[in-house]
């Protein structure tokens, strides 16, 4: 769909051995590595959606102040002005909780797992909202192939996903809302 840039593929190891010396944290400890590090991952997913969709909002406010419509330009009605409106001060609002959970990263808070859940699911939902606004602002220009902003938005897409879906990021908010003794243990671990 987006991320024309990436490759994506699975890998698959067989009787590999590894020097003793080169384990990390211990034998059969990797996916815990792998976890410690999702909360700092989710963070970048989240603030690299935020940029893009900020960009997105240039690049459409451009259009509007340039598009002549009905003799008057879009960006002159009020209705447009709003959605922007709307649209910067939901990234605001989530590049807050970035920076929250971001801080709680770096002092080994308790809630950083939480917070790093909330911004991801946020902030990548925000940037998408805000991305189809700003295509949708920009016309049928906004649906040509070669438009950025139209780019942007499939991007995006593949975050909702990447590094956990968003159920997950509200299902791992709900484990440590209601405590891991009520939490279906098989489903989260
Ligand atoms: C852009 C991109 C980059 C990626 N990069 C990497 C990478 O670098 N390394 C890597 O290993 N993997 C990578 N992935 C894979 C990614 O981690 C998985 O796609 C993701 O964890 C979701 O797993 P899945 O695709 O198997 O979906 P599934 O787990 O099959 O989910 C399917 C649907 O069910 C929903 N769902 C799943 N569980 C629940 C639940 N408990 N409650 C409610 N709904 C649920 C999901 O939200 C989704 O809508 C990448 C994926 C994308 C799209």
């Known amino acids: 769909m ?4 990436w490759s994506f593929g699975g890998m698959v190891i067989r009787d590999l051995k590894i020097p003793r010396s080169n384990v990390l944290h211990g034998e059969g400890k990797g996916l815990d590595v792998l976890k410690r590090h999702f909360a700092y991952w989710r963070i970048l997913i989240s603030m690299l959606c935020l940029g893009s969709a900020y960009q997105a909002i240039e690049e459409t406010i451009a259009f509007c102040k340039e598009r002549s419509i009905f003799g008057g330009r879009l960006s002159d009605l ?7 409106a709307e649209s910067v001060t939901y990234i605001e609002a989530a590049k807050s909780l970035c920076i929250k959970a971001a801080k709680a990263i770096d002092e080994s808070s308790n809630n950083a797992l939480k917070l790093s859940s909330m911004a991801k699911w946020y902030s990548t939902e925000v940037a998408y909202k805000c991305l189809h606004m700003c295509v949708r602002l920009q016309g049928a220009r906004g649906y040509e192939f070669n438009n950025s902003t139209r780019r942007r938005l499939l991007d995006i897409e593949g975050f909702l996903i990447a ?4 159920d997950l990021m509200k299902s791992i908010i709900y484990k440590e809302l209601v405590g891991k003794h009520i939490y279906n243990k098989t489903l989260l671990r």
């Open 163 to 166: 590094d956990g879906s968003n």
């Open 2 to 5: 987006g991320l024309d840039g």
């Open 78 to 84: 009020q209705s447009v002005g709003h959605r922007l």
